[in-house]
């Protein structure tokens, strides 16, 4: 199985999504919501969507910047993405720090040659190691801030986290599909079928859980550090959900390590909102089910030409067989009690 596959024939001029997203296209874009562009545009990491830095004259004259996302066409309604944009404004209104769109004529979402965009200030920063128990605590009341706001009312657009969309829906689609080996087939069944019981049966065990709005794909790589502290510059993923979903993804290391982290990180956290420890009986499952959705999305995106250049061992044998050996640990993990913390 080649690992750079070419979209399917009658692929559509819409499925190949940015081919039209020319420079042309994103100067224009940024000069009509009141931006003079200097000539540098720099594409930032970002797959899902496309951004770009964008010098522009600043108000002194010399040469200033501003970031440019275009969204994935088809993938959120128009609804859905100012849902994303009034949460981000409502939290930089009681100064969380999250970078906001900027609005032009009092609008946050624009749109020209069939792309819809936003247009944000650059923030700079560096990706957060969290190596000490300050700054884990820090970034934990970070979050408590973000969720105590969250919680007061849930979003009405955008998705509420599922266990069919990340996890069967996704273990379907590759069961239909030829990208696992036919080696593997059985194993990779067989594994998600156990899988997904064992999911169920901890969200059946913790029940009904506070869903709030939550930024949904809370990793370290969107987060950026400066001497003030953290910051999100991004809110694509938020969903209504658990509030562990947004903190379980900051740990690393051996179950102790783990246990130590989230201790830290509830510790600040505890200082602005509640923490249902009832949802550590989650983590497991929601990184079960992390697991088999990222998968799943990458092979769902493989006709934009940005995948197979990202992803080129996805055709490779050996990383089925690392994906499966990794849903087999995780069977494992999720037989054992969930993370004991004292805060």
Not at 101 to 121: I, K, M, N, Q, T
Not at 210 to 226: A, P, Y
Request: overall charge negative; some cysteine.
């Amino acid at each position: 199985m080649s690992g750079r596959r070419k979209p399917a024939r009658g692929k559509s001029r819409d499925e190949i999504p940015y081919d039209r997203l020319t420079p042309d296209v994103i100067t224009t874009a940024v000069e009509r919501v009141g931006f003079e562009a200097a000539g540098s545009i720099l594409a930032l990491g970002s797959y899902e969507n496309r951004v770009y830095q964008l010098s522009v004259v600043g108000n002194d004259e010399r040469d200033a910047f501003v970031v440019a996302k275009f969204y994935r066409p088809g993938r959120w309604s128009t609804d859905a993405i100012l849902e994303e944009h009034e949460f981000a404004l409502e939290l930089a209104s009681q100064e969380i720090p999250v970078v906001a769109p900027l609005l032009h004529d009092g609008e946050s979402l624009h749109e020209l040659d069939g792309y819809r965009y936003a247009v944000y200030p650059r923030r700079g920063g560096r990706w957060p190691e969290l190596g000490t128990a300050d700054d884990r605590i820090w970034m934990g009341r970070f979050l408590g801030r973000l969720h105590a706001v969250g919680a007061m009312r849930r979003f009405k657009f955008r998705q509420t986290l599922s266990l069919r969309e990340l996890g069967r829906k996704s273990v379907d689609e590759l069961l239909a599909s030829d990208w696992i080996p036919p080696h593997l087939r059985d194993s990779y069944e067989s594994t998600t079928a156990h899988l997904l019981e064992q999911i169920d049966a901890a969200f059946d065990e913790v029940g009904a859980y506070r869903s709030l709005r939550i930024h949904g794909d809370c990793h370290r790589n969107n987060v950026l550090w400066t001497d003030d502290g953290p910051h999100f510059v991004d809110l694509d993923d938020c969903v209504n959900g658990p509030a562990v979903q947004d903190l379980w993804l900051f740990l690393a290391g051996s179950r102790d390590e783990m246990a130590a982290q989230l201790g830290d990180l509830l510790e600040g956290y505890g200082q602005f909102f509640e923490f249902d420890f009832r949802e550590l009986r989650l983590i497991e499952a929601l990184r079960a089910l992390r697991l088999m959705h990222y998968t799943a999305w990458i092979t769902r995106r493989w006709h934009d030409p940005a995948f197979p250049r990202a992803f080129p061992w996805l055709g490779e044998a050996r990383y089925w067989e690392q994906h499966v050996q990794a849903l087999l640990e995780q069977r494992a993990a999720l037989d054992e009690e969930p993370l004991s913390v004292v805060v």
